[in-house]
Every structure is written in structure tokens, then in C-alpha cells.
């Protein structure tokens, strides 16, 4: 095969490709896995409408009026097509496969239905919202969807200044990220909060203590899950008398410490009134210790640890 043969032959396999990679949804990925790693894969954000045809009144106008080939064809090109059907019984459903309904309705805080979830290809969750009547019709419903447009934009440009950022720059990069996202989604990012610690070490960028506090946050939620409460309260005690918090981060970290062990039960009464008084001495002018001290005298006033 000659060379102008050879070119032709591999610029119509590119073609090919390219016509399959841009060939439109036409139906729903059911899958939530599925659906995430074709949206990875593909550079697509991720569209998830939850729903439950078979109890809720709207779920079968958005079917009829929203969710058309039209729709598809349009949106597909830039989103990955997701759908949780949430059945009344889930008789109809494997245990395995109505577990990971439930599982995904509760990461990404599903309270209604139905439900839109906007993910980026970077898995981040950049818009979510109960589904209205009123945006039960096509042109409605497009517009909701592209309402949350520029935060997408703005979670992937903070993931690339992330990623060409060094040093301090880089730790305000990462700032700023966090702060964008859900409080749901930076637990999955210790590593970034980790590196956030460790490029201001110094501290003099303000972050240090910042993220140390939310570190230990993150700690004591995997110790409660293991039931090691005392655990999650020392660690809170521990970062109070390190010296490194503000006045308020040093408040709140006496407090939890105190609220923990006195969940934990495995301290005396007077113990966790005295790292409550530590909690007040740290930021007397601060208004959470009025609060504090109302709830110490609550304490004293049952007599239970």
C-alpha cells in the first residue's frame, strides 16, 4: 500500500472513531458506577435524574414531556445520561442493586423526587436540586440544567490551577477549591487537605491552622465509626494544647474534645467541665462561649457524665 493509500486508510479509522465517541445517548445509563466512569472516560460532565416511576406523581410527566429522543440527542452531546429509578418496594430489584439506589441517593443528598445532580468528568458536584413543576417541560428543564454551567467551569479551572500551581500558590489553589466544593465531597480529599498542612507549614499563609482542625475532623469521624470515641476526643485535646490554632479554632477544638469524651462516657464529669472552661478561656469575646457555658451549667445541673 502506497503512502497515499496508507493515510487515506488511517484518516478514515480516525473518522470512525471519532463518528462512534460522538454518537448520541439514546437511552439511560442505569448504572451509577457505569455512568461515573463513562463520564471520566469520555470528559463529559455527568447528569443524574432520580426518580420513582412507580410512587411519584412526577416522575412520568418528566418521562413523557422532558426525556425524549430529543432530549437525549441534544444533551448527550455534552452530558453522560444517568437515571436512579427508586422503586416503592424494590421487590423488582436485586438487594445488591437497591443498595447502591440508596447509596447514591445518600452521597449525593437526595431529600426528594425527583432529583438532578450535576457531577464534572472530575467527579466533583458542582449543581444539585429538587425538581420543580415548573421545570417539568422541555425548555425548563434545559435551562435548570445549564443554570449550574459556570460552576462547573469554575471547579474545573480550580482543579487545572491546582495542578500548574506550586508551593504557597498551590496551597491557595487548594483553598480555593475546597471552599467550592460540598461539605460531603472534601471528605474524599484528605490527601489535599494533607498537602494543604504541609505546604504551609510555616503557617504564615493562614491555611496551616485552618486544615489541621478539618484533618482532625476526618480522624475522629473513622475513630467514632469504630466506636473508639475517647479516641476521637483526644485527638481534639491534643491539637487544643498544640499551640498552633487561633483563639476560635482552639475553642471549638476544646469543645469537641469535651463533647466526645463526654459521648465516650470513659472520663469523669468534672474532667469534661474543665476542658469546656478551656474551651471559653481560649476565646472568651468569641459568641460560641456564651453558649459553651450554658452548656456546662446544663452539665452540673444533671449530674451525668
Known sequence: MNKRWTFLACAAVVAI????????????????????????????????????VDWDEKTPGLNEKVFTPEFF???SKKFVLCNVDIPRDGESVAPEVMERKYQGATEYGVNTIPYLVLISADGDVYGATAINDDAINPEAFTTLIHTYDEAGKTL??????????SGIDKATAIDEYLEKITAS????????IREVITLDSDGKAGL???????????????????????????????????GQLDPAQEQEAWY????????????????????????????????SAAQIKLTM?????????
Open 17 to 52: 472513531a471519532l463518528t462512534a465517541c460522538a454518537k448520541p445517548q439514546t437511552a439511560w445509563i442505569t448504572d451509577l458506577d457505569e455512568a461515573l466512569q463513562a463520564s471520566q472516560k469520555s470528559k463529559k460532565a455527568l447528569l443524574i435524574v432520580f426518580t420513582g
Open 73 to 75: 440527542a441534544k444533551e
Open 156 to 165: 474545573v479551572g480550580l482543579r487545572k490551577k491546582i495542578a500548574k500551581a
Open 185 to 192: 465531597q472534601r471528605e474524599k480529599h484528605e490527601d489535599l
Open 208 to 242: 496551616k491552622s485552618k486544615y489541621l482542625i478539618q484533618v482532625t475532623y476526618l480522624e475522629a469521624i473513622n475513630l467514632y465509626k469504630e466506636e473508639r470515641v475517647a479516641e476521637a476526643g483526644a485527638r481534639f485535646i491534643a491539637l487544643a494544647e498544640s
Open 256 to 287: 469537641m474534645g469535651a463533647y466526645m469524651h463526654a459521648m465516650s462516657k470513659e472520663i469523669q464529669q468534672e474532667q469534661v467541665l474543665a476542658y469546656l472552661e478551656k474551651a471559653i478561656a481560649a476565646d472568651p469575646d468569641n459568641e
Open 297 to 305: 451549667e446544663q452539665i452540673a445541673a444533671t449530674g451525668q457524665n
